[in-house]
Each structure stands twice: as structure tokens, then as C-alpha cells.
């Protein structure tokens, strides 16, 4: 049996959940966030923040974007996938990659993904170079003080440490049961309750 800590005293970094998937519970009652699979770039007590990584779109196309963006070459020597990263703010894209290329203003979350909100990217990208991998995500989940950390004792999320296929691979339709697996868990199985001991 696990015990957990008593809340009076102050989290350390190592109790936040920064650089892991949130997946959503079966019983999810908001549609927004539905079977989800979310990394997460940030999650300290000031809030959270990720990216619902499930959701493809498929308007508007990277091409389009980078023509609206003015980047150029278009069409462009690669493509990233592009996704509805959450219901915040949604014009307003940003990049989850790879750490093997950062630019300015790239927030590195951990030892192996970074988050770019610049164009910089993007025209890398264009170009035929940036990061190994990449997702271009409009939008973005976000929480405030606590509450994501209310949400998961309420038995909405789980949460499991992220791996490059789940997040970067475009088999959208298997993420979320491929994020539970990663727990030995088939979501089909679950109740929508569960219960605290």
C-alpha cells in the first residue's frame, strides 16, 4: 500500500508530474478532454500546462499554415503533424519536440522534449531541418493553482512516464488505450468509480 504524504508540507519538484502523459479516466464527463492523452510541459504550484496530443487536425494543413504564417519555403522540405493541443487559446500554436534543436525562447522541459512557441521552428522545420520530431499543437490545456492536482484525487487523470512513439507517432486512434497499456491496464475494464481505501 502506498501512503502518501501529509499536505501541510511544500511538494517538492520531484511530486509534480512535468514531462509525463495525463491520460484521461473512461468516465471523463467533459467531451473536451474524452479519452485524451495530454503531455505535460509544465506543472508546478502556480498551475499546469500541456498539450492534448490525440486530437489531429486536419484544417488547417501545415502548408496552409506555414503560407499563412509567412514562413517559407512552402511547400516545405518537412511536415510535422498538427493537433488541437487544448481548448486555451487555440490560435496560438505550439511545438512540442525533440531537445536536439532549441531556439530562442524554447522552454526545454526535461532531458528529452523541449516546447517552442516561436517561428524559429517552424522555418527550421520548412526548411528541411529542426528537430528530429516534432507536433504542432493550436491550443493548449491549462489549470491553475491546484487544481489539476484537485482533478486527479477526484480520479479524472492518471498519469505515466511519456515515450517519444506515443507522443510524436500519428496513430491517434490507439493513444490512448497504447498510454494505458503502459500501465498493464485496459481502460474498457475500468469503472467509472473507484473507490478510496
Not at 66 to 92: F, H, K, Y
Not at 107 to 120: E, F, G, P, Y
Not at 171 to 180: I, Q
Request: with cysteine.
Amino acid at each position: 500500500m502506498v501512503q502518501r504524504r501529509k499536505s501541510t508540507s511544500r511538494p517538492s519538484a520531484a511530486d509534480f508530474l512535468t514531462g509525463q502523459l495525463l491520460i484521461a479516466m473512461p468516465a471523463m464527463e467533459d467531451p473536451r478532454f474524452s479519452q485524451s492523452v495530454i503531455y505535460l510541459c509544465a506543472h508546478t504550484p502556480e498551475g499546469a500546462m500541456g498539450l492534448v496530443l490525440n486530437r489531429p487536425l486536419h484544417r488547417p494543413r501545415f502548408d496552409d499554415l506555414l503560407r499563412q504564417l509567412e514562413v517559407a519555403p512552402v511547400p516545405p522540405a518537412r511536415r510535422i503533424t498538427l493537433c488541437s493541443g487544448g481548448p486555451m487559446d487555440n490560435a496560438r500554436g505550439f511545438v512540442l519536440h525533440t531537445s536536439d534543436w532549441t531556439g530562442e525562447g524554447s522552454l526545454r522541459v526535461n532531458d528529452k522534449l523541449a516546447l517552442t512557441a516561436s517561428l524559429d521552428v517552424l522555418k527550421a522545420i520548412a526548411e528541411g531541418g529542426g528537430p528530429r520530431e516534432g507536433i504542432l499543437a493550436l491550443g493548449y490545456a491549462g489549470w491553475g493553482p491546484g487544481q489539476l492536482d484537485a482533478e486527479i484525487q477526484q480520479n479524472a487523470w492518471l498519469s505515466v512516464p511519456a515515450d517519444e512513439t506515443i507522443v510524436f507517432d500519428g496513430d491517434n486512434d490507439t493513444k490512448w488505450r497504447r498510454a494505458f497499456g503502459k500501465l498493464n491496464i485496459d481502460p474498457l475494464l475500468l469503472s467509472g468509480a473507484a473507490g478510496h481505501a
